[in-house]
């Protein structure tokens, strides 16, 4: 089993930054890939950001250079720095743990973007 959680989503001005980190457990016994995925009401979720174990970055269209994500893979941790927050980005926003065999989402971190 793999637990995934999530930390730093909050409230935040339009042109703001915020930095979400996420943090794996439990039995991960291979190389894995993590990623941030973000689910706004009435919307599907979609992929935000994610990072090979290589640390290979592939971004969505909509946060290519306002947001990076990185890992530290002795602390099984992966991060997404978002800067220029815009309404838009408003969402919860989910860790991915994938692994094979194994995936693992997290429970979710809101931010809201508003002045």
């Known amino acids: 089993q793999v637990q995934v959680v999530e930390s730093g989503g909050g409230l935040v001005r339009p042109g703001g930054s915020l930095r979400l980190s996420c943090v794996a457990s439990?039995?991960?016994?291979?190389?894995?890939?993590m990623g941030w995925y973000r689910q706004a009401p009435g919307k599907q979720r979609e992929s935000v950001a994610t990072i090979t174990s290589g640390g290979t970055t592939t971004y969505g269209d909509s946060v290519k250079g306002r947001f990076t994500i990185s890992r530290d893979n002795a602390k099984n941790s992966v991060y997404l720095q978002m800067n220029n927050l815009k309404p838009e980005d408003a969402a919860v926003y989910y860790c991915?743990?994938?692994?094979?065999?194994?995936?693992?989402w997290g429970q979710g971190t809101q931010v809201t973007v508003s002045s």
């Open positions: 991915k743990f994938m692994a094979p065999m194994v995936v693992a």
């Open positions: 439990g039995s991960i016994f291979s190389t894995y890939n």
